[in-house]
């Protein structure tokens, strides 16, 4: 393989699929993350989409059967308007009908790039993660949305966060608290925003489609489902 750059052959190996464009409702980035010096561009992209797959931490866990043929990573900002929209309009859908049969897996990646919004965006990533710690991700994650306060309206504070995972049934707050006050969790959050512009994502929500074998494919933004279906159906 030629010189090309890290950033140009991480990006061709996602826009080798089909490529959806929001259109509206998405922020764009030029800041990519770089490979270390002694990885091959191949071997960076192997790294890269491996880490994908897996787990932030092991406590907030891939949903779906692990020998699913395809994985379906978001990549999502809990203040974004159109991550909300996403969780609204499609999530509950694409859960029944791929993770819940078996035919795909489910992997949330923090994309915090609404924090110059306020610096809510990885606080409640943060957050989540602390609330893992007593088995409550994907509670916390989904109350997160059902109870969006809006990309402004500064909601996500470390009170209303405590608040949030009592009452997804955290068992025990103060220890919540401490996680959150900590920031035992800022750099798991920084690594995933990091994986997100290794690959040159710069929208949220934006999905990366990974099947067993063949080429990631890419969506980008709230799509109707019918997108992710085609995308997944062809990805199978």
Known sequence: MGKKSNKN?????????I???????????NTFAQKPQQQTDEEFARMVFQKMQSPTIAAAPVLGN??????????????CTFCHRFHEDTKDKLMADYVETGKARFVFKDFPINDHLGGGSSLGAQASYCAADQGKFWEFHDFMYNNWGGERAGWITKENMADFAQKVGVSNVDQFKSCLDSGKYASAVKDNYNMAKSVGLGATPSFVIIPAAGE???VVGAQPYQVFQQVIDESS
Do not use: M, N, Q, R
């Open 9 to 17: 052959i991480l990006i061709a190996v996602i826009a080798a699929g």
């Open 19 to 29: 490529i959806v464009a929001a259109g509206a409702g998405v922020a764009f980035s």
């Open 66 to 79: 692990a020998s699913a043929p395809v994985t379906v990573v978001e990549f999502g900002d809990y203040l």
């Open 216 to 218: 990631p494919k890419l």
